[in-house]
Nanobody, 122 residues
Framework: QVQLVESGGGSVQAGGSLRLSCAVS????????MEWYRQAPGKQRDLVAS???????NYIDPVKGRFTISRDNAKNTGYLQMNSLKPEDTAVYYC????????????????WGQGTQVTVSS
């Protein structure tokens, strides 16, 4: 039983900032890669940023230099700091995490958060 709870979304004017959080809870042995996706109305869900358990990060070009993904392994929590927000960043943002739950079986499952709305107005 694993769940991801997202928070920190909201409405902001262009140029503003938001910080999203993703708390992983349940039967956890290890959390591996964590990712943030976003989905605008009528469009597909796209990867935005990822971070490995060793803090190696990757970003898509539209958010490079503006977004920062991070994690606190002791708290099983991931973050997405979003600065200089633009209207085109408006979307529902989803957290995804790869989690090992069985200490005697090395199997990894991916879990999704419920999504949090980010709205950027001009």
């Amino acid at each position: 039983q694993v769940q991801l709870v997202e928070s920190g979304g909201g409405s902001v004017q262009a140029g503003g900032s938001l910080r999203l959080s993703c708390a992983v809870s349940g039967s956890i042995v290890s959390v591996f890669k964590m990712e943030w996706y976003r989905q605008a109305p009528g469009k597909q869900r796209d990867l935005v940023a990822s971070i490995t358990s060793g803090d190696i990060t990757n970003y898509i070009d539209p958010v490079k230099g503006r977004f920062t993904i991070s994690r606190d392994n002791a708290k099983n929590t991931g973050y997405l700091q979003m600065n200089s927000l633009k209207p085109e960043d408006t979307a529902v943002y989803y957290c995804r995490a790869e989690v090992r739950t069985n200490p005697r079986d090395f199997v990894i499952f991916s879990y999704w958060g419920q999504g949090t709305q980010v709205t950027v107005s001009s």
